[in-house]
């Protein structure tokens, strides 16, 4: 009898240690808990942290987080209001504000990622639906004076009236409206890339080379332009400064050959007899061919001159 008095005491201390600790939980600050008696939830959700008390073995903690979470949603090929054909690659930060209501609606995390992707999709769709495609690429302080190269195209020039920043903004307006009451916060949305389609792409990539091109040949003709000019400039003063030259050469030839007449006729009025002489031997050199036989007159100045040398 001794001995099962103390079984039964040994019995009750195990189940009394095991009640204490099933029956106490700490709640982190990162966490907040809801509990579930037989799997559905009793009293409110509790968010402060420290050590908690629930009923040992009858009641179960679940643990959610409170800090931020991050959704993250497959890119979606999405038709704008202009009807050109983009894929949207969105992410959302989140985090969970009614722990009870959050357990009650979605479960899990799993369950709160496929409901973000609906909400959150569907209202990004609608927007983009309902905008032109220069608002969903190009921010609202978006100017011209941003574009490196102004296109043709006055649909790439316009300046947005709403947006991307607006129109993400416009979506996390939309969206937190259904998620409230499951008890999900958004905290924002946004577009992470934006790109076209395949199709779309390659009439893009043909319209910016075509521009491209466009501008190519203004700078080339600006450059022909300009040359144009700079060799037309450097022709004049050649022109001017050749002119000069000449001017000068002139000038100064004009001025050696008047010194040189002066000279000769100074020399010559000194020796006429000799000048005459110098005159008939040029007239000679000029008449004279290679092949010429020439026959002397015995008056001939140019004979006598000649006996008059040999003799000496």
């Known amino acids: 009898m001794k001995k099962l008095i103390q ?13 204490i600790i099933d029956g ?7 966490k907040q808990a809801v509990i579930t008696q037989f799997g559905a939830p009793v009293g409110e959700s509790k968010t402060t942290a420290g050590l908690k ?13 409170k800090r931020i979470l991050i959704w993250d949603g497959d890119p979606n090929q999405i038709p704008t209001n202009d009807k050109t054909f983009i894929f949207m690659d969105n992410t959302a930060r989140w985090r969970i504000t009614d722990a009870l209501r959050y357990l009650q609606a979605v479960k899990n995390e799993t369950g709160a990622q496929t409901l973000l992707d609906d909400i959150i999709n569907g209202a990004v769709r609608d927007l983009v639906n309902q905008n032109d495609l220069i608002e969903i690429i190009r921010s609202s302080d978006w100017d011209e004076a941003y574009s490196i190269a102004r296109s043709r195209d006055e649909e790439m020039n316009r300046v947005p009236e709403k947006g991307r920043d607006k129109i993400s903004e416009m979506v996390l307006q939309q969206a937190s409206k259904n998620t409230k009451k499951y008890g999900i916060e958004l905290i924002d949305v946004m577009f992470k890339r934006v790109n076209y389609i395949q199709s779309v792409r390659q009439k893009v990539y043909s319209r910016m080379i075509s521009e491209r091109k466009r501008i190519a040949a203004e700078k080339r003709s600006l450059g022909e332009g300009r040359k144009a000019e700079i060799l037309g400039k450097v022709e004049r003063e050649l022109k ?20 040189a007449t002066a000279l000769y006729g100074t020399s010559y ?19 004279i061919g290679a092949n010429t036989s020439l026959i002397l007159s015995p008056k001939s100045e140019l004979l006598q001159f000649l006996e008059s040398t040999a003799s000496q």
């Open 24 to 30: 106490f939980y700490i709640l982190r600050e990162d």
């Open 269 to 287: 009025n000194r020796h006429r007899d000799f000048y005459f002489f110098q005159k008939s031997l040029e007239s000679y050199r000029n008449i």
């Open 240 to 259: 001017e400064i050749t002119s000069e030259a000449n001017r000068k050469a002139t000038e100064i030839r004009g001025k050696a050959d008047a010194e």
């Open 7 to 19: 079984i039964a005491s040994l019995v009750l201390v195990v189940a009394l240690i095991l009640s």
């Open 53 to 65: 008390f629930k009923l040992p073995f009858i009641q179960r903690v679940r643990f959610f987080e």
